[in-house]
């Protein structure tokens, strides 16, 4: 489980490192406009959360309220912030390492960047095309089927640009454009109407910084995944020669 | 463990497929829990890295 291993702490290493970043670019760039949004949340048509629980709610351990449990303002809020981000890092680390390995390897910071700026493309941009990111208050369909089509976009857009980019014949091209494309001509799932007391300038502006942050934060991603993967390779050798003896 | 001795006699290829398999189930459990949880709770403490990274909220 050498590779096994390997990857996880090269996740760990680029998605603390890379999250832990983000927040700070983030508590500039957008939480400001997320915080600033919230003034406006039920002003408009009552939208509030829409609540989606599971049947099963066995552990109501922070169930007071009609909210919940939320971080108080400052600090707390900005320490669980952190916290998501850099745990989503690791779990985005975790599949751009997997991917890269499954195509070959990561040997630098070079290839890695080259994965951190595709996962932009899967992860961020290609899904923000038809979900653009929202603040708070703002109208939205049901949040199962928008889940749904984001996971369908970033898995067909990472499919389409792993056949362009490591496939050659003419099909698996076409096939690879038709993946890349199909998720927009299908179409995401969109609100019955887009009235919101949220002002228009408000949400270009958190559009742009989310673009902005996130491109930011897949080429750390990608750049730290590939500097951490080409030293940190323990033990593989077992694995590509089958031998017992360590190549070095 | 049997499943890597198995993988070694295969090659470096089928080898990886295990170790692959289990990194991208692992990275799609903290995404999904991270962004894409239900629970109030796990949504509200990751509210603001949610909206930030554009993930679908509310």
Known sequence: MYLFRNIVLAAVVSGLVSGLILTVLQSYATIPLIIHAETFEGKGEEVGHSHSHAHDEGTPAHDHGEEGWTPADGTERFVYTAASNMLAGIGFALILLTAAEALGTLN???????????????????????????LPGMPAADLAARQLWWFATAALTALGLGLLA???APTLA???????????????????????????????????????????????????????????RGGEEAYSNGAAEPVR | MTTKTAAIALGASASKIVPLSITA?????????????????????????RHSLAFPCH
């Open chain 1, 108 to 134: 630098g910071w070079r290839s890695g960047l080259m994965f951190g700026l595709a996962g932009f493309l899967a992860f961020s941009l290609a899904p923000g095309l038809g979900l653009p990111p929202e």
């Open chain 1, 166 to 168: 490591y496939t050659k």
């Open chain 1, 174 to 232: 076409v096939l690879g454009i038709l993946s890349l494309v199909a998720p927009h001509l299908w179409g995401a799932p969109l609100p019955d109407t887009h009235e919101t007391a949220v002002p228009l300038e408000l949400h270009a502006r958190f559009v742009a910084s989310v673009f902005a942050t996130s491109l930011l934060f897949w080429a750390m991603l990608g750049t730290v995944s590939g500097v951490v993967r080409a030293r940190l």
């Open chain 2, 25 to 49: 189930m692992l990275g799609m459990f903290v995404i999904g829990f991270v962004g894409f949880s239900h629970m109030e709770v796990v949504h509200n403490a990751a509210h603001d890295s």
